[in-house]
Structures are given as structure tokens and as C-alpha cells.
């Protein structure tokens, strides 16, 4: 499979712990994005990078929440001291060079569960 | 502040019943416009997009979607629905990169 893959699919926490999620775009990428999607609603954007550059944060993306991608390739976002409200899906995509912003291939997701 | 909404949460329809499905944008500038689709149990894919020129634009699976600039409005439609195109649709706007809320379809076979 060569689409973008999330690791892990679930996560279920207490509430105070810190997480971490994993993107991996598809090969060649450079553009990567993340988005957190609750339930009714659609992706609402948090971060993007080109290439290892963060290029773009949401006001959305509280100081507890940050994300990395230090070689240009896969990225992280870890979510400090988690609250109830962070339970959602987050939504990795990638897109190549060449295409529109927007025009992105999205992954599985990480569905998190704050108890 | 920059949205983007979708008129209709849920719509139900019988098989080879005609599909429109509405989106408006509130930004005022230039805009690239997507229709997404998200199968049951599936990633989010896109349908297809509007940059510039013909304000028709043509997807996959006999999807098309109008830009009516003057209207703030990229309206998905499809002369005939199967049962298969039962998903939830989003509409995206970029810049600002926003997406709106989805309307369920649900095709009755």
C-alpha cells in the first residue's frame, strides 16, 4: 500500500497523559498536513509543513499540541497533558509537488479517546 | 471569519434519483474550490476541483460540481445516484484551507 498510513489507528488515554501520533506520507511528497475531525463536522486544518519547514499553525493548535517533521519525510504530533476535548479524529494528508493546496491524499486517521 | 457551509446534514435517496448537493464560501478573494468524499469505512478521497476557467468542472464516477462565483456557491451534482454513492461529501475552499461541515447521503436501493 503506498497511500498515506497513520499509526496508531486508536488511542484511548487518560486525561494529563501526553500522546503521540505518526504520519507517513506517500513517497516524494512534500507537502504534509494534519487536521483534527470530531464527529459532525469535517477536517478542521492544524498544521502544515513542506518539506521540514512548518510552514502554517492554527489558532486551533494549542501550546499543548505540536508537530515536527524533522527529516522532510514522516511527522509527529504530540498532544501534552490531554484533555477530554482532544478526543477526536486526526487526519494526516500529503500532497506532491505540483498540486493545488487542498488537493491532498488523506490517511486512515487516528481516532483518540480522552477518558 | 472564512467558512464554508453545506446546506443539507443528511440526504436520502432512492436509487437513479438526481444528486445536488449545495456549498457556499464566504471568502471573497481568488479561491480553489474541492468536493471530497469519504466512503463508510474508507479515507477521505477527492471528487474533483475548481482552479480557474470552465466553471463546470467534472469528477469521477459521473460526479460534477458548478462554480457560480457571484453566488459564493460550487454545488455537487449527479443526474443519478446509485446505491454505491451512499458516503459523506465535504466542500473545501482554499485559501483558507476549510473545510465544511459534510452532508451524509444515504442512496435506498
Known amino acids: 500500500d503506498t497511500g498515506v498510513s497513520q499509526n496508531p489507528r486508536h488511542k484511548i488515554t487518560k486525561r494529563g497523559q501526553n500522546v503521540t501520533f505518526r504520519c507517513d506520507p506517500i513517497?516524494?511528497?512534500?507537502?504534509l498536513y494534519w487536521y483534527r475531525q470530531t464527529l459532525g463536522q469535517g477536517p478542521e486544518f492544524l498544521t502544515y509543513?513542506?518539506?521540514?519547514?512548518?510552514?502554517?499553525k492554527s489558532r486551533l493548535l494549542s501550546d499543548r499540541f505540536s508537530a515536527e517533521r524533522p527529516k522532510g519525510s514522516f511527522s509527529t504530533l504530540e498532544i501534552q497533558r490531554t484533555e477530554q476535548g482532544d478526543s477526536a479524529m486526526y487526519l494526516c494528508?500529503?500532497?506532491?509537488?505540483?498540486?493545488?493546496?487542498?488537493?491532498?491524499?488523506f490517511g486512515p486517521g487516528t481516532r483518540l479517546t480522552v477518558l | 471569519a472564512q467558512s464554508v457551509s453545506q446546506h443539507n446534514h443528511h440526504v436520502i435517496l432512492s436509487e437513479a434519483a438526481s444528486l445536488e448537493l449545495g456549498c457556499n464560501y464566504s471568502?471573497?478573494?481568488?479561491?480553489?474550490l474541492f468536493w471530497y468524499v469519504q466512503y463508510p469505512g474508507q479515507h477521505l478521497q477527492l471528487l474533483l476541483k475548481?482552479?480557474?476557467?470552465?466553471?463546470l468542472v467534472k469528477g469521477i464516477k459521473g460526479f460534477e460540481a458548478e462554480f457560480i462565483k457571484s453566488k459564493f456557491s460550487f454545488n455537487l451534482r449527479k443526474p443519478s445516484v446509485q446505491w454505491s454513492d451512499t458516503a459523506e461529501y465535504f466542500c473545501?475552499?482554499?485559501?483558507?484551507?476549510?473545510f465544511g461541515p459534510g452532508t451524509r447521503l444515504s442512496v435506498l436501493p
Open positions: 494528508a500529503s500532497s506532491a509537488p505540483g498540486l493545488a493546496d487542498n488537493e491532498q491524499f
Open positions: 513517497s516524494e511528497h512534500n507537502r
Open positions: 509543513f513542506q518539506n521540514e519547514a512548518q510552514l502554517e
Open positions: 471568502y471573497g478573494g481568488t479561491v480553489n
Open positions: 475548481y482552479f480557474s476557467g470552465d466553471p
Open positions: 473545501a475552499v482554499t485559501p483558507p484551507r476549510v
